[in-house]
């Protein structure tokens, strides 16, 4: 980082301080949302050229620095909790998002990267995955703010409707847990559904989520991959240049706080120092957005976005019905 990033990565904490206090009062929104929002809001204003290589800067590395920073909240044992046929859930309605962006995507001609975080935020974990998906695949600051946007709705509809249709069908506290952590993209949401329902869907919903988290490395590695064959159209790409090290940085991050040799205060501090990175860096990508750009593509994000929730949730119940979750 050079000295000339300092004016602008200063500039976007202007924003991102506000935005990480409304996203602690109004946690179903998250910081996230609102560092887009105030940094869209700001960026219709001009602002000095100086500010420019701190706004790159920030959207881009601080947001991979992010990510690697949430992996010390991460622990792999998650994994061996869930047990073989939770992860089967997860698996299918991973893949069933993405399927389901890819074919959506093109029959409403979105831009593929929008199509792709989209895919992801719903597959995975909301904002974490935007956030880890976007530097893979070169996303434009536009493509995130899409997407951020997308998510963050049906984040807010997911709290008051799961609850509602659990008791309706009348899903046991594992069941809806596992619908819940599947099917609901962001943590907070995930917490406030499941704990609305019962305490023991709650606590299972949220080992769901946290260990529905730690697909972002596959996925990761995964488009990295591609963008890498449709870049060189070779079938043997050179590693070093495709391989998004800050995921490997996540991955040791992860592998550090589960063998619990740092305090847990310290792993604490570390994963809301990554959660205030990523608002930072939303914020930036909030100034590098325009406003009338976004309003092109109208409601074609959300109908994506919808398509994406309402397959991955029904593929969820039909999967646990199946194998004898629900």
């Excluded at 008791?167 to 499941?194: E, K, R, Y």
Aim: with cysteine; charged share 10%.
């Amino acid at each position: 980082m050079s000295k000339q990033c300092i004016p602008g990565i200063l500039f976007s904490f202007i924003f991102a301080v506000p935005a990480y206090f409304l996203g602690q009062v109004y946690p179903i929104i998250g910081g996230p949302v609102f560092g887009i929002l105030l940094g869209i809001l700001a960026a219709g204003f001009k602002r000095p050229t100086a500010f420019e290589d701190g706004i790159s800067f920030t959207g881009k590395k601080i947001l991979q620095y992010s990510i690697i920073l949430l992996g010390f909240e991460m622990n792999l044992f998650h994994v061996l909790n869930i047990g073989a046929k939770s992860f089967s859930v997860m698996i299918f309605t991973l893949l069933t998002a993405f399927f389901v962006a890819y074919f959506v995507g093109r029959m409403l001609k979105l831009d593929g990267k929008t199509t792709i975080l989209i895919g992801a935020g719903t597959a995975i974990c909301g904002g974490s995955a935007i956030a880890a998906v976007a530097p893979v695949i070169e996303a434009k600051d536009k493509d995130i703010a899409f997407s951020i946007s997308t998510i963050f709705l049906f984040n807010v509809i997911a709290v008051f409707l799961f609850p509602f249709l659990g008791h309706l069908w009348g899903l046991s506290d594992t069941g809806f847990g596992m619908w819940a952590g599947t099917a609901i993209n962001d943590t907070s949401s995930v917490v406030a559904a499941g704990y609305s329902y019962s305490n023991e869907a709650g606590s299972y919903a949220t080992i769901v989520k946290l260990t529905r988290a730690l697909m972002i490395v596959p996925v990761c590695l995964f488009f990295a991959f591609l963008m890498a064959h449709q870049k060189t159209k070779d079938s043997s790409p050179q590693l070093t240049k495709i391989f998004p090290w800050f995921i490997l940085w996540f991955v040791v991050a992860s592998i550090i706080n589960t063998t619990g040799i740092l305090p847990v205060i310290v792993s604490h501090i570390l994963g809301n120092a990554g959660k205030f990175a990523i608002i930072l860096a939303m914020s930036a990508i909030g100034l590098n957005t325009n406003i009338k750009s976004l309003l092109k593509n109208g409601l074609r994000p959300i109908i994506l976005g919808l398509s994406c929730w309402f397959a991955v949730a029904l593929v969820s119940l039909i999967v646990q019905h199946i194998i004898g979750l629900v």
